[in-house]
């Protein structure tokens, strides 16, 4: 169950991510980070009665401090979606939101079996494939332009974010149901609110992005229920490269819907992600 439940994360996220980056294409950046944030609030809400469970002081300290983390990390990944290629900005931040929860759960005694620790090591080589610029061409963009740098070192910032999420949120409790996640979205809407004003940026979206920016919302949201859910009933260290798996379908919706270019060791690295997923599933 947590291999599927991790799977579907990786597949919600990895959309969420591709409209959220679409939408601050054509509209400024708070406004689509705010839009999501408030779009999938509702969402959650109506599921915190079902899941049960109670707010114990844990969950809300380590679901506040996960609210930075994520403040940070989609702030960073979606301007660095809008000023560089969706292609590698995205499998870049997988890189640090897969291994920060993989080191912390070795660190904390989790012991897969063989197989599944080498299904990790294949599913993390298929991420650092995945995050190679496709052609040498985008490469140069990536390294040798200002607007190139600065999205990767977004992309860095946000898998450093997006790991301490996926640490904290797995360490937040049991039988504290949904409740971290409240204190989460509190936390991480209320830091893009003030930054949003302290900065003086755009509230209202462009005109006709708001669905771009409600499916991103609900995706995303939808994506940390399940990561939280995923988190309780499997190993860290396998949750975690399964959930981070999303840039596969990122870099799958750029190239359908975008016609962004897909290098072949890119490619490469999303057929290992399905090896890495089998021996997971089988260890």
């Not at 079996?113 to 650092?128: I, K, P, Q």
């Not at 990767?152 to 797995?170: D, E, K, P, T």
């Not at 990561?227 to 999303?246: D, P």
């Not at 819907?257 to 260890?283: D, F, N, S």
Request: a positive charge.
């Amino acid at each position: 169950m947590a291999v599927l439940l991790g799977l579907a994360v990786a597949m919600a996220y990895g959309a969420a991510d591709f409209l959220g980056g679409l939408g601050t294409k054509r509209s400024p950046l708070t406004s689509v980070l705010l839009g999501a944030q408030v779009v999938g609030l509702p969402v959650l809400l109506v599921l915190v009665p079902v899941a049960g469970g109670e707010p114990t002081g844990r969950a809300v300290l380590f679901g506040g401090l996960a609210g930075l983390g994520a403040a940070v990390g989609v702030a960073c990944l979606y301007r660095g979606l809008a000023i560089g290629r969706m292609t590698v900005v995205a499998p870049v931040t997988a890189v640090g939101a897969a291994v920060l929860p993989v080191a912390w759960g070795l660190a904390r005694g989790e012991r897969p079996s063989d197989v599944a620790l080498a299904g990790v090591f294949v599913a993390l080589v298929a991420v650092v494939l995945v995050s190679k610029p496709p052609t040498p061409e985008a490469e140069a963009e990536a390294t040798h332009t200002a607007t190139g740098r600065a999205a990767l070192a977004l992309a860095v910032v946000s898998g450093i974010g997006f790991g301490f999420v996926f640490i904290l949120l797995a360490e937040s409790g049991e039988g504290t149901g949904l409740w971290p996640l409240v204190s989460t979205r509190v936390v991480s809407l209320s830091s893009l609110a003030v930054f949003t004003l302290v900065t003086r940026q755009a509230f209202r979206p462009a005109a006709g992005v708001f669905p771009t920016i409600v499916g991103a919302g609900v995706l995303d949201m939808t994506a940390n229920v399940l990561y939280l859910l995923a988190s309780r009933r499997g190993l860290l260290t396998l949750v975690a490269v399964l959930s981070a798996l999303y840039p596969a379908v990122t870099v799958l919706l750029a190239r359908v819907v975008l016609g962004e270019r897909v290098g072949r060791l890119q490619l490469g690295g999303i057929v290992l992600t399905g090896a890495g997923v089998v021996m997971i599933a089988a260890g």
